[in-house]
């Protein structure tokens, strides 16, 4: 049966409220950082709430609607199955079309509270080559811990995509991965942290491109890309809270 958002605990109505507000401001973030045109591009956020209700939910962006015409109340709420819940929205509002690949990586990688979607240039343009964005730069080392990888092509619309994305990242310390012909696809702790790995992503991939029109880049030996990784997760920025 479908669940009803009004029906559930008020704790859970409040995550809900405030993931809704979170995933409408980080829509905000796509065309900002000029990851996306017109529509072409989704983020979603898990809310964990198995404990209240049986089940996690997530909140992910209406198919086609411009991102100026997002606000919170557009948001629309579904099971980790990709069920739409009766979350107050029309009925004929549908969630994005890759609704069933986020949620097959939410099924599938519970440290996953983020995922986004874009066809961001440079980043699209090594998916339609099916080659992985070598290592060659300290930022990779930073924030994806080695080459971005090339997840197989796959139709929209079911398991196909979500499947490959798993495949792809369950063994990589990558948060990225350019699914062949199609795009990045992106994940991480919460839906922001899944946008920095979009931007990031596209900002890589435009500098390796541009560096292999100049010469062939080079390599950073395997543990000095562990040594960077190790830094820049667990100790840059300002101490955690
Ligand atoms: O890749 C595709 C379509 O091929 C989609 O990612 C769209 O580009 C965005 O779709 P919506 O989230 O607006 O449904």
């Given at each position: 049966m479908t669940l009803t958002l009004t029906d559930l605990p008020a704790d859970v109505q409040d995550e809900v409220s405030k993931t809704r507000r979170i995933v409408a401001d980080l829509h905000a973030e796509l065309p900002r950082w000029e990851l996306?045109?017109?529509?072409a591009g989704n983020v979603s956020q898990r809310i964990r709430c198995a404990d209240q209700i049986g089940e996690d939910l997530f909140v992910i962006k209406p198919s086609g609607v411009s991102y100026d015409q997002l606000g919170p109340t557009q948001m629309v709420v579904c099971t980790l199955d990709g069920a739409k819940i009766?979350?107050?929205?029309?009925?004929?509002?549908?969630?994005?079309?890759d609704t069933a690949a986020h949620a097959y990586v939410y099924t599938h990688m519970d440290h996953v509270g983020g995922v986004v979607h874009t066809h961001s240039t440079y980043a699209t343009a090594w998916a339609a080559r099916g080659e992985e964005v070598p290592c060659v730069l300290t930022m990779m080392a930073d924030e994806f811990g080695g080459p971005i990888p090339i997840g197989p092509f796959a139709l929209i619309g079911d398991d196909s995509i979500g499947r490959g994305i798993v495949d792809t990242l369950?063994?990589?310390?990558?948060?990225a991965v350019l699914m062949q012909n199609h795009g990045p696809f992106t994940i991480g702790k919460d839906g922001r942290d899944a946008v920095k790995a979009a931007v990031m992503c596209e900002e890589v991939a435009r500098t390796v491109h541009i560096s292999r029109q100049l010469g062939e880049p080079l390599p950073i030996a395997q543990e000095k890309v562990d040594s960077l990784f190790d830094r820049y997760q667990n100790v840059y920025g300002q101490p955690k809270k």
């Amino acid at each position: 049966m479908t669940l009803t958002l009004t029906d559930l605990p008020a704790d859970v109505q409040d995550e809900v409220s405030k993931t809704r507000r979170i995933v409408a401001d980080l829509h905000a973030e796509l065309p900002r950082w000029e990851l996306v045109v017109w529509t072409a591009g989704n983020v979603s956020q898990r809310i964990r709430c198995a404990d209240q209700i049986g089940e996690d939910l997530f909140v992910i962006k209406p198919s086609g609607v411009s991102y100026d015409q997002l606000g919170p109340t557009q948001m629309v709420v579904c099971t980790l199955d990709g069920a739409k819940i009766n979350d107050g929205t029309p009925d004929r509002l549908q969630p994005s079309s890759d609704t069933a690949a986020h949620a097959y990586v939410y099924t599938h990688m519970d440290h996953v509270g983020g995922v986004v979607h874009t066809h961001s240039t440079y980043a699209t343009a090594w998916a339609a080559r099916g080659e992985e964005v070598p290592c060659v730069l300290t930022m990779m080392a930073d924030e994806f811990g080695g080459p971005i990888p090339i997840g197989p092509f796959a139709l929209i619309g079911d398991d196909s995509i979500g499947r490959g994305i798993v495949d792809t990242l369950k063994d990589s310390r990558s948060r990225a991965v350019l699914m062949q012909n199609h795009g990045p696809f992106t994940i991480g702790k919460d839906g922001r942290d899944a946008v920095k790995a979009a931007v990031m992503c596209e900002e890589v991939a435009r500098t390796v491109h541009i560096s292999r029109q100049l010469g062939e880049p080079l390599p950073i030996a395997q543990e000095k890309v562990d040594s960077l990784f190790d830094r820049y997760q667990n100790v840059y920025g300002q101490p955690k809270k």
